[in-house]
């Protein structure tokens, strides 16, 4: 007659047995072995890097170009010609647009004036909104610069900031003025406002600011 007492399962860890179950740790230092590993470098060994990590890499600029040629972003850009002939325009207006410079972040400019008076106050006025609003900005008075002899009267220097975020139909009109003792002085491009108005240009070409000297 054949055996037919029932298999019995092999204990969970071997070794162990009896009541005594429980589980135990040993620690690495405690057989002698060492807790971290320590990897040393050094400068004038070369990194060793995956050649297809470095492919990856190297693909990567001409794909952000690609993409980056798609959108496009709105800057200022002038529309009115170059001003030229500084000193007459302020003998007959007393005070004139001389230079503008365009960047990405604001709008920059010189203002001539032909005044003796002490007690003057220059600057330009501007709008976004056509002139249901504006903002005065003073003008600071500029040293003249050695190298141009026979300069006359004298240059004031201002800023004008521009929202980083308008409709693209949006422009810029503006205006110089003086106001002293003898009253007050504009420049306003014949009545027809200095303007500026936004042109959308591809994001990844170079913003080359465009700068108007007045001769």
Known sequence: M????????????????GNDSRKRVKFADSLGLSLASVKHFSALEEPQIPSKVLSRHRSFPSQEQDLLSGLSIDRLVSCFPEPREAEHRARLLRVCLEKVTITQFDVRG???VWTGGTDTEVGVRYTFN???SHVDAQALPVAVDQK??????DRYS?????????D?????HFAVYLRSEDGEFWDNNG?????????????????ISAAFHAT
Request: glycine share 6%.
């Open 110 to 112: 010189l203002i001539r």
């Open 191 to 207: 009545g027809q406002n200095y303007s500026l108005r936004y042109q959308s240009m591809p994001s990844a070409a170079n913003f």
């Open 168 to 172: 693209h139909s949006s422009s810029v």
């Open 2 to 17: 054949k055996d037919r007492r029932r298999a019995k399962s092999l204990p969970a860890y071997p070794g162990v047995c």
């Open 130 to 132: 056509d002139w249901l």
């Open 148 to 153: 141009e002899p026979g300069f006359c009267g």
């Open 158 to 166: 201002f800023t004008m900031y521009t929202p980083p975020f308008l």
